[in-house]
């Protein structure tokens, strides 16, 4: 084809996420025992009441379009579980349901900006981010964060990157990749600089569920009314209820906002599927159990794995917070030589433990980080024994 194509299409790199786990796919499938901490999304099937929402929305004839930006039963559901977890007042006017939660944050991105406009976020970052806000027109600003303090950012690192293009700031408390998760104290001071500054709260809670060692979410909408009316709250089913194949996210926000974006998807997708969001329903309204002893299970693997790693010579973590990864620091090993291979960046150390151990890990370059990979702990006990035991052959222990 000799055509020009899309600059902007041309641009956008792929996930390497997914890279990543397709090539450890492609190599089970060839027969190889591939221990996979790649995969972001829980090992758990869908909780049965769930599933039996979605049977009973294909077998009743739910099946029809549905309003574009989501069922007025889903949007109440969303509503009650905004007050009762989170404190949140808002109205069905104020929701919008999306085909998951990167949908969510793409309309989000395309409703609020300019060409270019700034977003800041942190480093760390999740792998869509970057790619989200150029896709928007806008500019990715990116603050690095360190592991001591947690791989948070404060306001005073915001405001040392502010400029006059500063249009939002990206707030991912649970973190993927980083497992960080936001106290109350330290969102009430980036809330006071972002409502000083008239700039828009991105907040990604998609992992809110999955917080550990008897601590809150806290959600950065529910400080006050000033700070509620900047916040774009992004949530969704697919992480704590096993759902990721099912597609439901949810925004709530400005009612201006939350408008822009269902003309916008009402144009690119029009509605999520119907037997999606009535399962959806049961999710949030249903009974939890499911939920809570998938978070024991991930507890119990989150503890093990972060033990392992500090276990191992040259590698060491810090226990997160939330979510279900964790981010492994090798840079002791960079400019060292490894069975023969030259550990010199992220991507080095991710193709010596897939070759050598067959353990497939995410390389911290996709989250703009260089010292570290990460790996997700939503596998079993028994993987992570053995991945971790394979790593621990091949290094040594400390």
Same mark, same amino acid.
């Given at each position: 084809?000799?055509?020009?194509?899309?600059?902007?299409?041309?641009?956008?790199?792929?996930?390497?996420?997914?890279?990543?786990?397709?090539?450890?796919?492609?190599?089970?499938?060839?027969?190889?025992?591939?221990?996979?901490?790649?995969?972001?999304?829980?090992?758990?099937?869908?909780?049965?009441?769930?599933?039996?929402?979605?049977?009973?929305?294909?077998?009743?004839?739910?099946?029809?379009?549905?309003?574009?930006?989501?069922?007025?039963?889903?949007?109440?559901?969303?509503?009650?579980?905004?007050?009762?977890?989170?404190?949140?007042?808002?109205?069905?006017?104020?929701?919008?349901?999306?085909?998951?939660?990167?949908?969510?944050?793409?309309?989000?991105?395309?409703?609020?900006?300019?060409?270019?406009?700034?977003?800041?976020?942190?480093?760390?970052?999740?792998?869509?981010?970057?790619?989200?806000?150029?896709?928007?027109?806008?500019?990715?600003?990116?603050?690095?964060?360190?592991?001591?303090?947690?791989?948070?950012?404060?306001?005073?690192?915001?405001?040392?990157?502010?400029?006059?293009?500063?249009?939002?700031?990206?707030?991912?408390?649970?973190?993927?990749?980083?497992?960080?998760?936001?106290?109350?104290?330290?969102?009430?001071?980036?809330?006071?600089?972002?409502?000083?500054?008239?700039?828009?709260?991105?907040?990604?809670?998609?992992?809110?569920?999955?917080?550990?060692?008897?601590?809150?979410?806290?959600?950065?909408?529910?400080?006050?009314?000033?700070?509620?009316?900047?916040?774009?709250?992004? !949530?969704? =089913?697919?992480?704590? *209820? $096993?759902?990721?194949?099912?597609? /439901?996210?949810?925004?709530? @926000?400005?009612? +201006?906002?939350?408008?822009?974006?269902?003309?916008?998807?009402?144009?690119?997708?029009?509605?999520?599927?119907?037997?999606?969001?009535?399962?959806?329903?049961?999710?949030?309204?249903?009974?939890?159990?499911?939920?809570?002893?998938?978070?024991?299970?991930?507890?119990?693997?989150?503890?093990?794995?972060?033990?392992?790693?500090?276990?191992?010579?040259?590698?060491?973590?810090?226990?997160?917070?939330?979510?279900?990864?964790?981010?492994?620091?090798?840079?002791?090993?960079?400019?060292?030589?490894?069975?023969?291979?030259?550990?010199?960046?992220?991507?080095?150390?991710?193709?010596?433990?897939?070759?050598?151990?067959?353990?497939?890990?995410?390389?911290?370059?996709?989250?703009?980080?260089? !010292?570290? =990979?990460?790996?997700? *702990? $939503?596998?079993?006990?028994?993987? /992570?024994?053995?991945?971790? @035991?394979?790593? +621990?052959?091949?290094?040594?222990?400390?």
């Amino acid at each position: 084809m000799n055509l020009e194509l899309s600059k902007k299409g041309l641009a956008i790199e792929p996930s390497v996420t997914l890279a990543i786990s397709a090539k450890a796919t492609a190599l089970k499938n060839a027969g190889e025992d591939i221990i996979n901490f790649s995969v972001g999304e829980p090992d758990f099937n869908t909780p049965k009441n769930i599933q039996n929402a979605g049977i009973e929305a294909i077998t009743s004839g739910i099946t029809k379009y549905t309003p574009a930006s989501g069922t007025p039963n889903l949007k109440a559901a969303i509503c009650k579980k905004l007050e009762e977890d989170n404190g949140l007042i808002y109205k069905p006017s104020e929701i919008i349901v999306s085909n998951g939660g990167k949908h969510s944050l793409y309309n989000a991105l395309m409703a609020i900006l300019n060409e270019g406009d700034e977003v800041m976020f942190s480093i760390p970052y999740w792998v869509s981010y970057p790619e989200l806000v150029n896709i928007a027109g806008g500019k990715p600003v990116m603050i690095k964060t360190l592991e001591e303090n947690g791989f948070k950012f404060s306001s005073s690192e915001l405001e040392a990157n502010r400029t006059s293009k500063t249009k939002a700031i990206i707030i991912n408390s649970p973190s993927n990749p980083t497992g960080a998760v936001y106290s109350r104290e330290e969102l009430e001071d980036i809330a006071n600089w972002a409502v000083k500054n008239n700039i828009i709260v991105i907040s990604d809670e998609l992992y809110e569920k999955l917080i550990y060692d008897n601590k809150d979410h806290v959600s950065i909408a529910s400080l006050n009314e000033d700070i509620k009316d900047l916040t774009i709250l992004i !949530n969704g =089913v697919s992480k704590a *209820y $096993a759902m990721t194949g099912w597609r /439901i996210g949810y925004t709530a @926000g400005n009612e +201006k906002i939350i408008k822009i974006m269902s003309n916008i998807q009402s144009h690119t997708t029009s509605n999520p599927s119907s037997i999606s969001q009535h399962a959806s329903i049961e999710a949030l309204s249903g009974n939890q159990d499911s939920l809570l002893n998938m978070k024991k299970e991930f507890d119990k693997r989150r503890i093990q794995m972060a033990d392992l790693i500090n276990s191992i010579k040259g590698l060491s973590a810090t226990l997160p917070e939330g979510a279900f990864y964790i981010m492994l620091n090798y840079s002791q090993l960079k400019g060292k030589e490894v069975e023969g291979t030259l550990i010199n960046s992220s991507l080095d150390f991710s193709n010596l433990l897939l070759d050598k151990c067959k353990v497939a890990v995410v390389p911290g370059i996709a989250f703009g980080d260089d !010292n570290y =990979v990460r790996l997700s *702990y $939503a596998t079993s006990l028994e993987n /992570i024994n053995t991945g971790l @035991g394979r790593i +621990k052959d091949l290094l040594g222990s400390k």
